[in-house]
């Protein structure tokens, strides 16, 4: 017998999506900015990277190189521990991090090696719903993981080549990033009106 709930998707059993649109990323992004520094930090990090929330709240100063614009994130979902993963990230999303967190301190600080944010994890998930829900994301998204598979959709729509954001989510399999190419975009959506122009409602 298959397994179905083992076969990766980006809709639940139900056929309901579940991940944020385009929309509703950047109102999360845009809500963020308006949020208290630490929410703010950890909500942007999240939205720009498609990081797992266990593994965000893992970082420490010292795995932002900010001169390189990128953060190193070790991948919690492996087998193994000491599995690291690189991902850029925009630069005002590291000139934000180096003021909120001051990441200017030397790297032989005791500092560099705290958390960034010493949340627990229902508090993570608490503040990136309370932004969700200041955004008006649909309830049946808001969720941590809405924005991982939010930014997988985004990163296959701009053109980015999929190993790269295999590589990048940390996933082991390519299928699992290939899930992505699933979601309907703004262009498929422009080819179905075109067939809805020669519907008979289009003519009434």
């Known amino acids: 017998m298959t397994n179905h709930s083992a076969v990766p998707s980006i809709y639940d059993l139900y056929g309901r999506r579940k991940y944020v649109t385009p929309s509703e990323r950047l109102d999360f992004i845009n809500a963020a900015q308006l949020a208290p520094a630490p929410t703010k930090t950890f909500c942007l990090t999240l939205a720009f990277t498609g990081a797992r929330i266990s ?29 690291f993963r690189a991902v850029p990230i925009p630069t005002h999303l590291v000139d934000t991090l180096s ?18 944010w010493p949340w627990c994890r229902t508090t993570a998930w608490t503040r990136v719903k309370e932004i969700m829900a200041t955004a008006n994301v649909s309830q049946m998204v808001q969720k941590p993981k809405a924005l991982r598979h939010g930014f997988g959709i985004a990163s296959v729509r701009s053109g980015i080549p999929l190993n790269l954001v295999q590589r990048w989510l940390g996933h082991a399999h390519l299928a699992t990033t290939a899930i992505y190419t699933n979601a309907i ?7 179905a009106a075109r067939l809805w122009a020669f519907s008979p409602l289009s003519e009434r």
């Open 99 to 116: 003021e909120v967190h001051h990441l200017a301190r030397g790297l032989n600080s005791a500092a560099e090696n705290e958390r960034l």
């Open 185 to 191: 975009g703004e262009e498929e959506l422009a080819l």
């Open 55 to 83: 593994e965000i709240l893992a970082l420490t100063p010292a795995c932002i190189d900010v001169h390189s614009q990128m953060i190193v994130f070790e991948s919690l979902k492996k087998r193994s521990k000491g599995v």
